[in-house]
């Protein structure tokens, strides 16, 4: 059974820093690429990120590009999200999610999700 937990949101100031973890279990995490994807609240999915299941591979939203840094320790099945010069329009659920294939980090090649960790950014 697919398990991802995401941990890491909290409240931080217009232009500080957060980094987010997902911890995944379940699969074999080194052979699917990661998604992350936000929600604002009462809006639509956002794809922010994602990753080639070694890694060799980033792509980012417009939104965040130079400003978030998708990563990942296949030894500890864990994907990251570092955040950084946060804006208050990143206020959001932020959701991992596992890839269908090794290659396709991007949100219509999803098929398992986590719940989300919560980011607030205000000051």
């Known amino acids: 059974q697919v398990q991802l937990v995401e941990s890491g949101g909290g409240l931080a100031q217009p232009g500080g820093s957060l980094r987010l973890s997902c911890a995944a279990s379940?699969?074999?995490?080194?052979?699917?690429?990661m998604s992350w994807v936000r929600q604002v609240h009462g809006k639509g999915l956002e794809w922010v990120s994602g990753?080639?299941?070694?890694?060799?591979?980033?792509d980012y939203a417009d939104s965040v590009k130079g400003r978030f840094t998708i990563s990942r320790d296949n030894a500890k099945n864990t994907v990251y999200l570092q955040m950084n010069s946060l804006k208050p329009e990143d206020t959001a659920l932020y959701i991992c999610?596992?890839?269908?294939?090794?290659?396709?980090?991007?949100?219509?090649?999803?098929?398992?999700w986590g719940k989300g960790t919560l980011v607030t950014v205000s000051s």
């Open positions: 999610a596992k890839g269908l294939r090794s290659d396709y980090p991007y949100i219509d090649g999803v098929d398992s």
């Open positions: 379940g699969f074999t995490f080194s052979s699917y690429a």
């Open positions: 990753i080639y299941s070694d890694g060799s591979d980033t």
